[in-house]
């Protein structure tokens, strides 16, 4: 969780990366709204406020054989981690890349260092092949047996992955990205619904088996403060827009 | 002889009218005056029963005694060596259940109690202004030790001061981006100032203690590191976690935990948005379901966030409510409606995946349970429906499991919390100590500052102890 500054809300981002050496982590995040335009904005040398962390219950890495993992859009730098993980544990990883267009293909080459095949789609055929990652993993499951996968991106993706490897009854992970506040367990905002118990995202995940999320609630839930997030965002504009002169 | 007024001497509070719809503080505290008037009230009693009632026992009538005579130097170095919080005690304490509930003049026929906690916290408010903190003399000698403190609510400021005092090495781990605990993100401005928190946590660090926030023990740092680098450590997490009734459409939109409400308005200043970033629903009609304190500051945050209609469902009657009265009383002179002997049974759905009304069954009240409350019981065919765009349930917290589930070798209760002696807080790993809500289930804030002094004292002579013990050298 950050805070940029003292007016400031707390927000989840994922650790893509981190460096022991120089005690460095890595965030990637997209401009979305008015706390990543001002993140943005941000340049090296500034500092963030508040950051707090590692939280959450770590992905299990293990040797499963041969894994599939599904990054889409800014959910690439939450795949790159695992896709890493689960290659130093001797998994043979299959990876697929998705996203609108070619330039939010983000971590192409990292995840290629730790992947034994890598798969780029784009929504306009302007990278790789032009389709849906569902269309990718169909093509990877004909040709492979999967002993485990993952799928991080866009609620939407996450539950059509589900589905496309729910047919094939491939074991299928997601990490579900829910409204936030402190990320510690302590107030239930990120809860989301797990084979029919409560759950919050931030201590019991974010990863949990796909086919156990109910998606309506979940994707539903996301939409809470889409008023407030418009008029935050444009309130921001405005004041660059003023300070630009 | 002195003739006493039979009644309290009456503080001034803001209008009903006006302040429901700010965040300022409602009772705006004794002038001194007002307060030497309400001081001349106390008896004076020898062996003053009101002591007894306190959990950290202040010399009640020392203090007050103080303030008669118009030495508010003298009534705050008394309050001081008592309690580090006076400020906020004086504030949030249910006196009406402790000190003043024994008070001798409060037990004469027709006579209210003396006014203690509105006298401390007339004390405590002076000292905050007309003190100055950073003239705090740090002796130099050696530091006996160094210990950890994990949360920074009052259980773990308390502990944090007082073995500061005692010359130890104290380093507070804060989850939060902010420290103080429930006084920061629960209890809000209305009632207890955050400017009040943070001139009293300030006066706490200058006694040498260190907080460092944004620290998660068990995730940032682990109970390992913490168990190596320190003499000893005391956890003092709280019961943080909400419970949720688990009722049809728990995961509609608008339906809060308290701890998340209170969280945005009081932690995220979600009632300035867009000032702050961070936002809160604007609702029309607001249903608080609890009893409790915590039921009473939702549901008087969002009348002040503008809601036309705020009501609180309590499965039992106004005589069983847990909330303190004077809360009670305020939230109805707010326009706060309450619908006793209710409980919800679901939340409706207006078919897009928002809140729209609390369907509730009517209670009764049958035989006594464990807690000597009579236990409601449903009854048949009761059920009615009242509309809401936003729901909060404020049925209780449980323990945080965040920091005890990397933590197993230390033992908990069947309730999740952690066992420890409430005579010493000892647990059973030695060097561990725990206090507070984390000990007892949610309590109050009285209640956690004196396990955190008690606990102080069996730190102290358990590092001591250990110091003793000659260090084995290898022949």
């Known amino acids: 969780m950050l805070r940029i500054n003292e007016m400031g809300e707390r927000i989840p981002l994922t650790i893509a990366d981190t460096d022991d050496s120089s005690g460095k982590i890595r965030l990637v995040f997209q401009v979305i709204g008015k706390t990543t335009a001002e993140l943005g904005k941000l340049t090296i040398g500034d500092t963030i406020l508040d950051l707090t962390g590692p939280l959450g219950m770590p992905t299990e890495i293990k040797n499963y054989g041969t894994v599939m993992i599904v990054g889409g859009g800014v959910g690439i730098a939450a795949v790159f981690p695992i896709i890493k993980g689960l290659k130093k544990a001797g998994n043979r990883v299959i990876t697929i890349l998705g996203a609108k267009t070619a330039e939010l293909v983000i971590l192409q080459e990292e995840c290629r260092q730790y992947s034994d095949e890598l798969i780029i789609t784009t929504d306009d055929g302007t990278k790789g092949m032009k389709g849906l990652v569902t269309d990718a993993m169909e093509q990877v499951i004909a040709n492979e047996t999967i002993n485990s996968s993952w799928a991080i991106g866009p609620s939407m993706m996450m539950k059509f992955c589900t589905m496309t490897a729910a047919k094939y009854e491939l074991p299928l992970y997601v990490s579900l990205n829910p409204i936030m506040i402190d990320g510690t367990g302590m107030c239930g905002g990120c809860r989301v619904t797990i084979d029919g118990s409560i759950k919050f995202a931030c201590v019991d995940g974010p990863e949990f088996k796909g086919t156990e999320v109910n998606w309506d609630e979940f994707i539903s839930r996301m939409k809470q403060y889409k008023t407030e997030e418009e008029t935050c965002l444009v309130d921001y504009q405005k004041v660059q827009v003023i300070n630009r002169g | 002889m002195v003739r006493r007024s039979r009644t309290k001497t009456p503080i001034a509070e803001q209008d009903p009218a006006i302040r429901k719809s700010n965040f300022d503080e409602v009772c705006l505290g004794y002038t001194l005056e007002e307060g030497a008037a309400e001081a001349v009230r106390c008896l004076q009693c020898k062996e003053a029963p009101c002591i007894a009632s306190c959990p950290v026992m202040i010399d009640i009538p020392g203090f007050i005694l103080a303030i008669k005579k118009g030495n508010m130097q003298e009534a705050a170095d008394i309050l001081g060596k008592y309690t580090n919080l006076p400020a906020i005690c004086g ?379 000659p260090v084995t050298t290898k022949v």
């Open chain 2, 91 to 469: 504030r949030v304490c249910p006196q009406e259940k402790q000190c003043e509930q024994v008070c001798k003049l409060g037990l004469a026929k027709n006579f209210e109690p003396v006014a203690i906690g509105k006298l401390e916290r007339l004390v405590a408010d002076w000292a905050l202004e007309n003190q100055d903190f950073s003239k705090c003399i740090q002796n130099n000698e050696a530091k006996i030790g160094r210990i950890a403190v994990i949360g920074s609510g009052p259980s773990g400021l308390t502990v944090a001061g007082d073995l500061a005092k005692m010359n130890y090495e104290v380093i507070i781990y804060e989850a939060l981006h902010d420290s103080g605990g429930v006084l920061t993100y629960g209890i809000p401005e209305f009632r207890l100032p955050k400017r009040i928190v943070k001139k009293e946590i300030e006066s706490i660090e200058a006694l040498g203690v260190t907080i460092e926030t944004n620290v998660v023990v068990g995730k940032t740092i682990t109970m390992d590191e913490v168990m190596n680098e320190f003499d000893a450590c005391y956890i003092s997490v709280g019961a943080g976690a909400p419970n949720f009734m688990g009722i049809p459409g728990t995961a509609l939109n608008g339906v809060y935990s308290s701890s998340e409400y209170l969280t945005r308005i009081n932690l995220m200043h979600s009632y300035e948005f867009p000032k702050f970033d961070t936002p809160i629903k604007r609702s029309k009609n607001v249903v608080v379901i609890g009893g409790g304190n915590v039921a009473m500051d939702a549901a008087r945050s969002a009348k002040r966030l503008g809601a036309d209609h705020v009501s609180i469902v309590y499965r039992r009657s106004l005589e069983e409510l847990p909330a303190r009265i004077e809360e009670y009383h305020h939230s109805v002179e707010e326009d706060i409606d309450y619908h006793w002997l209710s409980n919800p049974v679901e939340y409706m759905n207006n078919g897009v995946g928002d809140l729209n009304g609390v369907k509730c069954v009517k209670m009764e009240l049958g035989e006594p349970d464990e807690s000597g409350r009579r236990r409601p019981v449903p009854i048949k065919n009761s059920e009615f429906i009242i509309e809401a765009d936003t729901v909060i349930e404020a049925i209780g917290q449980g323990s945080n499991k965040v920091l005890l589930s990397t933590f197993p070798e230390l033992k908990l209760t069947k309730w999740g919390y952690i066992e420890a002696d409430p005579k010493t807080g000892t647990t059973s790993i030695p060097g561990v100590f725990a206090g507070g809500d984390i000990v007892t289930g949610a309590a109050t804030v009285i209640l956690a500052m004196g396990a955190g002094k008690i606990a102080a004292v069996e730190i102290d002579n358990y590092v001591r102890e250990k110091n003793k013990t």
